[in-house]
């Protein structure tokens, strides 16, 4: 896996490791609580890295259900899910859409979806997104998933200024 092959080095990153399983479910609760329509989150890692943690943790925080059933995408390439929650005393409607595109070789093989369209009506959240990098737009959180001893780490890349309020939130790992 290479993290960050194409990015470009104006960014603000920084590393955490995450100590336990409840701690990479914390950072995703925290994530959750600020994006909206066209925010994109990168995740890259290895094999139980983390990827999955996170997503099934940031889906489950964002629709208020700790105990939702959040299945991997893995063979259906996506998942959809409707959110509905109020922000600041106003309602706002819009989806997250859960990728694991780990089957994909490139943006070729990858079957029609309205991208474009997609990333306007919501929130992506891409495992293993190396095959469409290309197609995304600069401004997206990159979280980078690695073993580390008996722990996890992640290196969090914010792209655009859209993500560098997190450098504060994250600051309590």
Known sequence: MTCHSSFSNNVVSK?????AEQETERLASLISASVTFGDIILLYGDFGS?????????????????SLIVPSPSYLL???????REVQ????????????????????????????T????G???IEWPSAIEKLLPYEKLVL???????????????FGSKWR?????????
């Open 50 to 66: 983390g990827k999955t943690t996170f997503a099934r943790a940031f889906i489950r925080k964002i629709l208020g259900d700790p």
């Open 165 to 173: 309020h997190l450098q504060d939130d994250i600051s309590s790992f």
């Open 144 to 158: 980078c998933f690695s073993f580390f001893d008996e722990k996890r780490k992640v290196k969090l890349s914010m």
């Open 15 to 19: 590393e955490i490791v995450l100590r």
């Open 78 to 84: 996506m998942n959809e899910y409707q959110i509905i």
């Open 118 to 121: 997609i990333l306007q009506r």
């Open 89 to 116: 005393g106003e309602v706002e409607k819009f989806r997250v859409y859960h990728f694991d595109l780990w089957r994909i070789e490139s943006c070729e093989s990858l079957p029609p979806l309205d991208l474009q």
């Open 123 to 125: 929130v992506c959240l």
